[in-house]
């Protein structure tokens, strides 16, 4: 199963789609050496990082965006309140909900990372013609949608 | 972030790694639901697989393979002996370790379960073109190798 010249197309499939778990655990690791000493867990990167992108949010929406439990947003976004990563105002269309945006630090600090996995990103994408690397995320995308339904 | 026109080749790049965490989800989910009623959970469905590919293993053998933990093992190999799926003999080489292999039921089970599941990687493989499961399988591999080193 490892000689790639031996493998078929579906094969080839296969065993791309059985690499999804030691992936992500190697993603994961990488993901937590990279927030080494700065004292972000990586639950926590995963809601600076929406925050980045839209800028400020609600909990709900974060944990809608993440998939995520509800009760693990609610502790992390405390956490980060605590350390000064995140600031809350009163959300005036509700008055329950409380909306979240980055520090001027955590705006800092999450751009520094970002820009460091760009940069890492573009070197390892330079390895495959933009063709292949459509094919990946197309087939990332459809996987994505077919294991969610049934397959039968 | 979701327009596909908009994106570049490094951000396709990005959002597919980003994939993964999800993408395993649902996949587990899929295996759990293919396995619904067969009494196998996910994990001893990976030993299982194991032993039809390799005939026979001690558990250090599967272990390794697996890269999971080697109490996780043994605990699973001891349910599937119990259900009559795995049988052991002693190993001429150690003493210690025993050799485990599938049981003819496991074997009809085993085989049944990976027919179908060739059956809808097959239709799914046949929604790309060779060239675009060939850089999914690539990138996959090579994403697996670079994440498990240093990006620095």
């Known amino acids: 199963m490892t000689d790639e ?7 080839k499939l296969y065993v791309g789609v059985q690499l999804t778990r030691p992936l992500l655990r190697n993603i994961t690791a990488r993901v937590e050496a990279d927030l080494e000493g700065t004292g972000i867990s990586v639950g926590q990167r995963a809601i600076l990082d929406v925050l980045l992108l839209l800028g400020r949010a609600t909990a709900p929406e974060i944990t809608q965006i993440l998939q995520l439990k509800r009760q693990f ?10 350390n000064g990563m995140v600031q809350t105002e009163l959300n005036p269309m509700h008055k329950t909900a409380r909306i979240h945006r980055l520090t001027p630090m955590a705006t800092k600090i999450i751009k520094e ?3 460091r996995e760009t940069e890492s990103f573009t070197d390892f994408a330079s390895r495959f013609t933009a063709d292949e ?5 197309r087939i990332q995308m459809a996987l994505n949608e077919e294991m969610r339904k049934s397959w039968k």
């Open 5 to 11: 010249k031996e493998l078929t197309t579906v094969e």
């Open 113 to 115: 990372i970002r820009h």
């Open 133 to 137: 690397i459509d094919g990946f995320y």
């Open 73 to 82: 947003v609610g502790r992390e976004l405390k956490e980060l309140i605590n």
